[in-house]
């Protein structure tokens, strides 16, 4: 599985985003279901609040499976905590920190996401550079 970050999700839906192009060409190519998280999704509806049918096609995609949101729970709790803490010069938001936290959890190594700067700095389990699609 690939983990998707909100930039991706947020391009391929929207045609005026730039990075609508690449986002929506990687998409097609990449197997599914691509997984995510709550604290991602919510960022996409909040940068998405001003088109409704963007909104409307995200929510499509995680209801044809074609993007799986994976679970967090009260365990996950300390490490996403701990990450944020670990980044905060970044800083790290909710979001990447659930993302990374997932990825360590269900040792998943690939990222879709545009946010290289930031994903090219993090490390799984304080050692390993994920690696960064497209």
């Known amino acids: ?22 986002c929506l060409a990687a998409s ?13 999704l919510a960022e996409v509806m909040y940068l998405l609040s ?4 963007a909104q409307e096609a995200v929510w499509d ?14 365990d996950d709790v300390p490490r996403i905590r701990e990450l944020m803490r670990q980044y905060a010069n970044r800083p790290m938001d909710l979001a990447d920190a659930a993302l990374i936290r997932v990825a360590e959890r269900e ?12 994903f090219a700095v993090y490390r799984l389990h304080g050692r390993i550079k994920p690696s960064i699609l497209p």
């Open 1 to 22: 599985m690939i983990l998707v970050d909100t930039g991706p999700l947020v391009a391929i839906v929207n045609s005026d985003d730039q990075h609508h192009p690449e």
């Open 28 to 40: 097609k190519a990449l197997p599914r279901p691509l997984g995510t998280v709550w604290p991602v």
């Open 107 to 118: 040792h998943i190594r690939q990222f879709f996401t545009v946010d290289r700067k930031d």
């Open 61 to 74: 995609m995680v209801a044809r499976a074609s993007v799986e949101i994976l679970p967090l729970g009260p």
């Open 50 to 53: 001003g088109w409704p049918r």
